[in-house]
């Protein structure tokens, strides 16, 4: 049984050099001729959106997206190596691989076709505040906090203006208001 391992980790090591560093469709060909050679191996596999952590499915709407953990599809690999996604994030694009699975008694030879480039700091903050504005429960904090400071800004600048009643507006000194027609201070003289 050890021999056996030895022997498909050879052949694994033989595709991948003969793979590696072709372009997606000569590399695609070359594995499909090989499925086809030996059936027994099994078929290709094509993983997608692989990442070290990615959105949790949910049946349910939150208010923030929770993550967990890639996970192969256990069709595809029934026992994938703990590190199976930071192995495979290890490789660039139209580089190949080569992967045991737990029990070590299956050889995986991986290849990446497409490898998109991480965003940058600014596209996740902005994506981020846009998601954060679709939330309602963020959008209705953020109004009651804009309204509460704004309130607040309006009392301090009423409370250094001058005296203020109970409901926080303005005192008028008696007179300041003069009929139509005439000023509003007193002394005062349109030129």
Request: charged fraction near 40%; proline fraction near 8%.
């Amino acid at each position: 049984m050890i021999e056996a391992g030895k022997v498909a980790q050879q052949e694994a090591r033989r595709i991948r050099d003969r793979i590696d560093g072709k372009n997606a469709d000569e590399a695609l060909k070359d594995l499909r001729k090989i499925a086809k050679e030996h059936p027994s191996w099994g078929n290709l596999i094509r993983l997608e959106d692989v990442a070290r952590q990615v959105p949790k499915p949910d049946t349910q709407q939150r208010p923030e997206q929770t993550y967990e953990p890639y996970k192969v599809p256990h069709d595809e690999m029934p026992y994938p190596p703990e590190n199976f996604a930071d192995r495979l994030l290890e490789l660039n694009e139209h580089q190949a691989g080569f992967l045991l699975d737990r029990p070590e008694k299956h050889v995986y030879v991986v290849y990446v076709e497409k490898r998109s480039p991480p965003p940058s700091v600014e596209q996740v903050v902005e994506a981020r505040r846009r998601e954060l504005e679709n939330e309602k429960l963020w959008k209705d904090t953020k109004t009651k906090r804009q309204k509460e400071y704004q309130e607040l800004v309006l009392r301090e600048l009423r409370r250094e203006a001058g005296k203020l009643n109970a409901e926080g507006r303005f005192e008028l000194r008696p007179g300041i208001r003069a009929e139509e027609g005439g000023s509003d201070r007193e002394g005062y003289t349109p030129d």
